[in-house]
């Protein structure tokens, strides 16, 4: 499963979120990662009887030669629940605050976005 809450990407884009006009237009609302520790996993792994198990996070690298690879590699996931929330014009301006600081943050191209997936096996 897909394990990005640490990732850079999504760090840019929960601070935005918390920033205003897209506080108010979200009236507060922040998307909050349901995926668990890999801790986490392991203790409900264990309370539900696993007897093995193996829980391990792999890194599949993305490279991007522009912004807008990494932008576009994020808005298919991320970015949507926010759009849902909001009208045409704060899509607009998230949008293009949310390249800006890309840009900002990756200094230098091209760049590698680590796309963290959580690998998890048990058996009981």
């Known amino acids: 499963m897909p394990s990005q ?20 237009a979200l009236e507060g609302w922040k998307r909050t990662s349901p995926v668990l520790s890999m801790d986490e996993y392991a203790t409900i792994l264990f309370y539900h009887q696993a007897k093995e198990m193996t829980i391990y996070q792999k890194v599949y690298p993305i490279i991007a030669d522009s912004y807008d690879k990494l932008y576009d590699f994020i808005s298919g996931s991320s970015l949507v629940p926010y759009f849902e929330r909001l009208n045409e014009s ?27 997936r959580m690998i998890i096996w048990a058996r009981v």
Do not use: D, G, M
Request: glycine share 0%; no cysteine; charged share 30%.
């Open 5 to 24: 809450t640490e990732n850079l990407l999504n760090k840019i884009l929960y601070e935005l979120v918390q920033e205003e006009p897209f506080a108010s």
């Open 90 to 116: 704060h899509k607009a301006l998230l949008e293009k605050e949310f390249k800006a600081r890309i840009a900002k943050h990756y200094l230098t191209l091209p760049a590698i976005y680590a796309f963290k």
